[in-house]
T-cell receptor
């Protein structure tokens, strides 16, 4: 069974601080997606990483896919209150069904 | 097309009643997924359609749950004889089979069984 472990589960920081969220597995994924979810809403896709070692930047967010495609990280620089939300990583297996295995999520609170 | 649409957004039902949710995927997407999310957890896969064919079902999907996708367009998820443990957010997502595995989610249906 493929599992994704996210850490930390909760993070409360001050505006302007940097943070990193980790997503780890013992399984290889063909791709990994990061989503952000607000209370009562569905997850919104932020980025997809496909190639081992890939780094993608989205404004103040930097996403990295591990060389072995088993882990990923999300780094936020100078966090803002608008970054508050639940961050989810989700891995797609090699079966090409598109079925996603999600981590438990990281709840981020950025205080002004 | 404005994205994946789910209806209703919220549903409160009494234990033992049947409920049905609808999902309208992004029009050019031939794959459709249902997930369930409980508080404080990530979404869990329930079932997957490619066009009108239901190709995979999770063991989480008991025989009280049934999903359909007639004509390969919208999908419905029905829960019969609801139980309190069915209370959750039910999420629908769609993707294109070509061009990768990026899935786009609807806003979800929040089910509360009282």
């Amino acid at each position: 069974t493929q599992l994704l472990e996210q850490s930390p589960q909760f993070l409360s920081i001050q505006e302007g601080e940097n943070l990193t969220v980790y997503c780890n597995s013992s399984s290889v994924f063909s791709s990994l997606q990061w989503y952000r979810q607000e209370p009562g809403e569905g997850p919104v896709l932020l980025v997809t990483v496909v190639t081992g070692g890939e780094v993608k930047k989205l404004k103040r967010l930097t996403f990295q896919f591990g060389d072995a495609r088993k882990d990923s990280s999300l780094h936020i620089t100078a966090a803002q209150p608008g970054d508050t939300g639940l961050y989810l990583c989700a891995g797609a297996g090699s079966s090409n069904t598109g079925k996603l295995i999600f981590g438990q999520g990281t709840t981020l609170q950025v205080k002004p | 097309d404005t994205g994946v649409s789910q209806d209703p957004r919220h549903k409160i039902t009494k234990r033992g009643q049947n409920v049905t949710f609808r999902c309208d995927p992004i029009s050019e997407h031939n794959r459709l997924y249902w997930y369930r999310q409980t508080l404080g957890q990530g979404p869990e896969f329930l079932t997957y359609f490619q066009n009108e064919a239901q190709l995979e079902k999770s063991r989480l999907l008991s025989d009280r749950f049934s999903a359909e996708r007639p004509k390969g367009s919208f999908s419905t998820l029905e829960i019969q004889r609801t139980e309190q443990g069915d209370s959750a957010m039910y999420l629908c997502a769609s993707s294109a089979s070509l061009g990768g595995t990026e899935a786009f989610f609807g806003q979800g249906t929040r089910l509360t069984v009282v």
